[in-house]
């Protein structure tokens, strides 16, 4: 239960200190309508500390309006969320912003994967808004389930920016939404960890992946024409560490337990590209021993049929 300190906030504006007999002004003896306009101001983390100061702000700072507010300044595609979909913008925000833990994911059981996935997808260039989309997917299809997780922002279609593109500035928000828990989940690293030039066909994919326990690793990525500013596609998937694509049911036992599972603090964007790099290295690594061994056992093939062929020569000479 509050007490009445609890209730009380500090003050803003101390009386004269000669003790004239005018009363201290508290923060919250401002209009109601003055600190909402106030709060809305504030960045998510700011607005959230300020709930926990005392209970006089507590209510004020839950408010849905502000949440909202914060929440399409952010991923401006969530306007064409249906509000059912999530719960609250206050859960979404406290969901969605921070990078899911890098501990190994287990992955959820069969009753828990989602039906169907909304993905909030907000592609930026230079600061600015370049593609806002809201893409439903059915994950309950079968073709969905067996064949490799994927999910196009773009299908059969593309799009130019207004000026041309150059990767390092670009930011990618997809952020996956379970209508059915409420739940959300960050599924990209937002700047970009990796940029790979197709010199063939004159295509940059820039991507943005944020890498999970267990070795799999959201693997959102954006093909684009750096010269022209046309953007080709913009797709998100699960990748092993041996390099491979994850199944459709695979994958979602994985995005449901990130859903689930714990997040990261601070600093979480800076360490995305190193840990991205760590499991770009091992996965080299994995592939190599791997080539090693098939070499080996090539080879150890060969010699076999080698000293049968030679065998059978030898058997024919001398009969």
Same mark, same amino acid.
């Given at each position: 239960?509050?007490?009445?300190?609890?209730?009380?906030?500090?003050?803003?504006?101390?009386?004269?200190?000669?003790?004239?007999?005018? *009363?201290?002004?508290?923060?919250?003896?401002?209009?109601?309508?003055?600190?909402?306009?106030?709060?809305?101001?504030?960045?998510?983390?700011?607005?959230?500390?300020?709930?926990?100061?005392?209970?006089?702000?507590?209510?004020?700072?839950?408010?849905?309006?502000?949440?909202?507010?914060?929440?399409?300044?952010?991923?401006? *595609?969530?306007?064409?969320?249906?509000?059912?979909?999530?719960?609250?913008?206050?859960?979404?925000?406290?969901?969605?912003?921070?990078?899911?833990?890098?501990?190994?994911?287990?992955?959820?059981?069969?009753?828990?994967?989602?039906?169907?996935?909304?993905?909030?997808?907000?592609?930026?260039?230079?600061?600015?808004?370049?593609?806002?989309?809201?893409?439903?997917?059915?994950?309950?299809?079968?073709?969905?389930?067996?064949?490799?997780?994927?999910?196009?922002?773009?299908?059969?279609? *593309?799009?130019?920016?207004?000026?041309?593109?150059?990767?390092?500035?670009?930011?990618? *928000?997809?952020?996956?939404?379970?209508?059915?828990?409420?739940?959300?989940?960050?599924?990209?690293?937002?700047?970009?960890?990796?940029?790979?030039?197709?010199?063939?066909?004159?295509?940059?994919?820039?991507?943005?992946?944020?890498?999970?326990?267990?070795?799999?690793?959201?693997?959102?990525?954006?093909?684009?024409?750096?010269?022209?500013?046309?953007?080709?596609?913009?797709?998100?998937?699960?990748?092993?560490?041996?390099?491979?694509?994850?199944?459709?049911?695979?994958?979602?036992?994985?995005?449901?337990?990130?859903?689930?599972?714990?997040?990261?603090?601070?600093?979480?964007?800076?360490?995305?590209?190193?840990?991205?790099?760590?499991?770009?290295?091992?996965?080299?690594?994995?592939?190599?021993?791997?080539?090693?061994?098939?070499?080996?056992?090539?080879?150890?093939?060969?010699?076999?049929?080698?000293?049968?062929?030679?065998?059978?020569?030898?058997?024919?000479?001398?009969?």
């Amino acid at each position: 239960m509050a007490t009445g300190d609890d209730l009380r906030c500090p003050a803003a504006f101390a009386g004269d200190a000669g003790g004239d007999g005018e *009363s201290a002004t508290a923060i919250e003896d401002l209009p109601a309508d003055v600190l909402a306009l106030v709060l809305r101001r504030l960045d998510g983390a700011s607005l959230a500390a300020l709930g926990c100061a005392c209970a006089a702000f507590r209510g004020l700072a839950a408010d849905p309006d502000a949440w909202r507010a914060l929440c399409l300044a952010r991923w401006p *595609s969530l306007r064409d969320v249906p509000s059912a979909d999530h719960k609250g913008h206050r859960r979404l925000f406290a969901d969605a912003l921070p990078f899911p833990a890098a501990a190994a994911v287990v992955p959820a059981p069969p009753s828990a994967v989602p039906a169907r996935l909304v993905s909030a997808v907000d592609l930026h260039h230079g600061g600015a808004c370049i593609m806002s989309r809201v893409v439903e997917t059915d994950a309950a299809s079968g073709w969905f389930l067996g064949a490799p997780f994927r999910v196009d922002a773009l299908v059969q279609e *593309s799009f130019s920016a207004p000026t041309p593109i150059t990767p390092a500035d670009l930011s990618l *928000s997809w952020v996956l939404i379970d209508p059915a828990t409420g739940r959300a989940v960050n599924a990209s690293s937002r700047r970009p960890v990796s940029v790979d030039r197709r010199w063939l066909t004159g295509e940059t994919v820039v991507r943005f992946a944020v890498v999970l326990g267990g070795g799999v690793a959201l693997d959102a990525a954006v093909t684009c024409d750096e010269r022209f500013g046309h953007i080709t596609e913009v797709s998100l998937r699960i990748e092993d560490g041996e390099g491979g694509s994850v199944s459709g049911r695979d994958g979602l036992a994985v995005v449901a337990a990130a859903m689930a599972g714990a997040r990261q603090g601070r600093g979480a964007e800076a360490a995305a590209r190193l840990r991205y790099e760590e499991f770009v290295k091992g996965r080299a690594a994995r592939k190599e021993r791997k080539a090693r061994r098939e070499g080996i056992i090539d080879l150890c093939c060969s010699g076999v049929g080698a000293a049968a062929f030679l065998g059978f020569l030898v058997m024919l000479t001398f009969r």
